[in-house]
């Protein structure tokens, strides 16, 4: 019998205490994780480790969170990765900025509790599923909402 896979998760904070205890208290929820602590990194890491989310900071060296998203959303296997924005930057325009970009589906500030970031990680995690099930579907109706034979 095949062994499922876990849930990847790609931790992305310049911070190592932080993208530490964040790989610390994941792995301890079952979930694969991998760390990259810079915009550059980042992206090397999402290409090979194919995750199913990206935890991303915004303010770190090389490259922003901003412009980490907006090469992902480049990547034909990477666009459609689902990013919940982990960040100490607390305002308004930044929460809309992130909200706006469609493959990020969440926004949490630090210092953040770890039991509301885990059942966000879920929540996200649980849309991705049924997104993906309902476009698989939908697959096979013609535009009338018929199935296909």
Do not use: C
Request: hydrophobic share 35%; proline share 3%; charged share 35%.
């Amino acid at each position: 019998m095949k062994k499922m896979d876990k849930t990847k998760i790609l931790i992305v904070d310049d911070d190592l205490n932080i993208s530490r205890l964040l790989k610390f208290k994941l792995n301890k929820e079952g979930y694969d994780t991998l760390e990259a602590h810079d915009g550059e990194e980042a992206l090397i890491k999402a290409n090979s480790f194919r995750p199913n989310l990206i935890l991303l900071d915004i303010m770190m060296p090389k490259m922003s969170g901003w412009e980490v998203n907006k090469e992902l959303r480049k990547h034909p296997e990477l666009r459609r990765v689902p990013v919940i924005m982990v960040t100490a930057v607390d305002r308004l325009d930044e929460q809309l900025k992130s909200l706006s970009e469609k493959n990020i589906k969440d926004y949490i500030t630090k210092p953040f509790n770890f039991s509301e970031l885990v059942n966000t990680v879920k929540r996200v995690l649980g849309q991705q599923i049924k997104n993906n099930s309902e476009s698989s579907f939908s697959l096979g109706k013609n535009k009338q909402g018929e199935l296909n034979e």
